[in-house]
């Protein structure tokens, strides 16, 4: 990018509060979007426990053998560890000084607000707020958390797609690995074409259109397009972690099913509670579940309750963090630095 190109492009003060699942929204009433979405959670949570059979649901619960649900929560709060990493290799190269542990902290209380607040980005606006004091500081902060979704979607995309297409072809490992590098591959080349070409993108649309505001967030990675490689590669991490987590919460019932199933299921129905349809997910993923394993021969009532115990870990998760804000609720005071040009 050349040296007089203006990185800093106007955006408005409600950019980190928006995004592209709300702004068709904007003309409904602000207490409509969370109104809509209970009503839709208890559609499904109506939808998913009709005919389930309550005394088969309940004996699995309480037969739940603790130490692979131990195991689960474990690994699904170490994956939220990882992900606070990711986040910090985001952050830190253009200009947040803080420690990773810093991140990590940040992290999980934004956990802990997307668990206790209807909106899907209430957590995202928390961190950034929590991440800079100042108005400027808080605006590249919504820049490295829509980053850091934006990779951890995309890993969802590799596994599942990987997964699918071993299941589907009944590929062998290394012919799924071979798969879901070229899917990787492709990923990473994307984020490299798009993120060089940003600049030339926002050009195309007229200043004050509401996709060129909110894609100006990603312009300081266009000087650190590598940021985002290594990004893909921490999401891969804590995909990947998700799956084992689920997986680990599964045996605690009883149910034994290779990874590659897992890798399959748990990042479709990742992909779909990232859509802002119920709150939490609730609903979705235990209905998921039920769709996605009753093929392999997983009856309705062990789906149900593997998506309550991965729920559950949710909460726990989202529980740390709120232990952790009530710990540190004070804002960060270290200035921001801007990432010079050398650091490409």
């Avoid at 702004?23 to 839709?40: H, I, Q, S």
Wanted: aromatic share 8%.
């Amino acid at each position: 990018m050349p040296a007089n190109v203006d990185r800093s492009p106007a955006i408005p003060a409600d950019a980190t509060r928006s995004s592209p699942s709300t702004a068709g929204l904007r003309w409904l009433p602000r207490w409509a979007a969370p109104l809509l979405r209970l009503l839709a959670t208890l559609i499904l949570i109506t939808l998913v426990l009709r005919g389930v059979d309550w005394n088969s649901l309940l004996g699995l619960l309480e037969a739940l053998d603790w130490r692979w649900c131990v195991s689960g929560l474990a690994t699904a709060v170490g994956i939220q560890v990882v992900a606070g990493i990711r986040w910090s290799s985001l952050a830190r190269p253009i200009g947040f000084n803080h420690g990773t542990g810093f991140f990590v902290w940040r992290f999980f209380e934004g956990l802990f607000f997307n668990l206790c607040l209807p909106s899907s980005i209430g957590g995202d606006v928390i961190k950034a707020y929590r991440l800079a004091d100042t108005t400027r500081g808080r605006l590249l902060a919504g820049c490295t958390i829509f980053a850091d979704r934006l990779t951890g979607v995309s890993a969802l995309g590799v596994l599942a797609g990987a997964a699918l297409l071993a299941i589907e072809f009944e590929l062998a490992t290394l012919a799924t690995l071979a798969v879901g590098l070229l899917l990787l591959a492709g990923v990473l080349l994307f984020f490299r074409l798009t993120i060089g070409s940003l600049d030339h993108l926002l050009e195309l649309l007229p200043a004050s259109h509401r996709l060129r505001q909110f894609l100006a967030q990603l312009l300081p990675y266009q000087l650190r397009p590598s940021l985002m490689s290594r990004a893909v590669g921490w999401s891969m991490i804590v995909q990947a972690g998700a799956s084992i987590s689920v997986a680990l919460l599964a045996r605690g019932i009883g149910v034994q099913l290779s990874l590659g199933i897992w890798f399959s299921v748990v990042p479709l129905i990742a992909l779909a509670m990232v859509l802002p349809i119920s709150i939490n997910g609730v609903g979705l993923r235990e209905g998921g579940m039920a769709l996605l394993l009753g093929p392999w021969g997983v009856a309705r009532e062990q789906a149900i309750a593997i998506g309550l115990l991965w729920f559950f870990a949710t909460i726990v998760t989202g529980l740390i963090g709120g232990v952790l804000f009530l710990l540190d609720r004070q804002p960060p005071a270290t200035p921001i630095t801007t990432a010079s040009a050398s650091d490409q």
